[in-house]
């Protein structure tokens, strides 16, 4: 069973969990469900390293909001990691268990319900913040782009009304591949997602590739044992893509350029 997890001070994920608890059962913190228990966290969803001290679940799904400079409207899905210092949770150099089939799914549905988010954006980011300690797979479901947006009522149900979507039906099992290359927000990799046959792993943005040596990319694989394939952004692989290539081809690994 996978646990639902938000923060009680990040406005988004809060309302989704609201939404969401009204129809489970509060036994001690946790509410039980069906199909998913759900909890909500006194701390930061990027520094919930923690929870596996407290509760086993098989997987960890943060509902969350997202933030963007350029405020252009999104919702987004992605795996948790830091290629380098962890600047906003997690530990260094460290990268999560993704959970590719549920972010493929999700992906999807919400793509199929376009028309109830005419205004947004719909697009995985490369993976980036904590928590990146956790033993099962986690993933953050997050709602962008401004207050306005996360304080939402209307929209954060609509976003959890899919999550329960998802997680109530059979999710399909998809083979997984790695990607590099791209920027944050990887439009060959959503294409993939929402059109393609493959579900992501961990997505390793070109502006990282710097920081990727052979131990970084032995960590990354063993995290991504599910993963057959290796899908890459061939012109966004930037000037590391001779490196990129010489790592692979120490894998089993499928690559294939886009």
Not at 90 to 100: L, M, S, Y
Not at 102 to 122: A, D, G, R, V
Not at 143 to 164: M, P
């Amino acid at each position: 069973m996978e646990l639902l997890v938000a923060y009680q001070d990040d406005p988004a994920g809060h309302n989704m969990a609201k939404y969401l608890s009204k129809e489970m059962t509060l036994e001690g913190d946790v509410f039980r469900g069906k199909y998913y228990d759900l909890l909500i966290i006194p701390t930061p969803a990027i520094s919930a390293d923690w929870l596996e001290e407290k509760y086993d679940y098989d997987g960890f799904i943060f509902l969350s909001k997202h933030a963007a400079e350029s405020g252009v409207l999104a919702l987004t899905c992605h795996s948790t990691g830091n290629f380098s210092d962890a600047k906003f949770g997690g530990n260094n150099k460290q990268v999560a268990i993704p959970h590719p089939d549920f972010q493929k799914s999700y992906l999807q549905t919400l793509k199929k319900n376009q028309e109830q988010f005419p205004e947004f954006q719909i697009t995985i980011e490369a993976t980036h913040h904590g928590p990146t300690a956790l033993n099962k797979p986690c993933i953050f479901v997050e709602i962008g782009t401004t207050e306005k947006q996360w304080t939402d009522v209307s929209l954060c149900n609509s976003v959890a009304k899919l999550v329960h979507q998802v997680l109530s039906g059979e999710i399909p099992k998809n083979p997984v591949a790695i990607c590099f290359g791209g920027t944050h927000y990887p439009s060959k990799f959503t294409k993939q997602l929402l059109e393609g046959k493959y579900a992501l792993g961990t997505v390793t943005p070109k502006h990282a590739l710097d920081d990727l040596d052979e131990e970084l990319f032995s960590h990354i694989m063993s995290q991504n044992s599910m993963a057959k394939f290796a899908l890459l952004d061939w012109a966004g692989l930037g000037p590391n893509k001779q490196k990129v290539l010489d790592f692979l081809e120490q894998t089993k690994l499928e690559v294939i350029k886009l």
